[in-house]
């Protein structure tokens, strides 16, 4: 369950860079921050020192969702076997 909540965790961090640099598109001098999920579920942010692409954006913002879409079957399982544990329990 630990895994899920920080895979979670990680892609929320990749949306919010995204939704950061597509709310700064027009920023005058603002670059556009990268991130990636490293092996121990941590988000490597770095500065790209180019101006936001809004294709690029798009399909972070895709890739992401897809990783929360992912998790979701994971969860629901978690959520049966601990609920078939707690009624083992009673």
């Known amino acids: ?44 942010i770095r500065d790209t020192n180019k101006p936001t692409d809004l294709t690029k954006e798009i399909t972070d913002m895709i890739s992401t969702q897809e990783g929360f879409e992912a998790q979701v079957p994971v969860i629901k399982t978690e959520d049966k076997i601990m609920g078939t544990l707690l009624d083992m329990k009673v």
Not at 2 to 14: A, D, G
């Open 1 to 44: 369950m630990n895994i899920n909540s920080n895979s979670m965790i990680s892609h929320q961090s990749l949306m919010n860079i995204t939704a950061n640099n597509i709310a700064n598109v027009n920023s005058k001098n603002f670059t556009a921050k990268d991130g990636k999920i490293e092996n121990n579920l941590k988000v490597n």
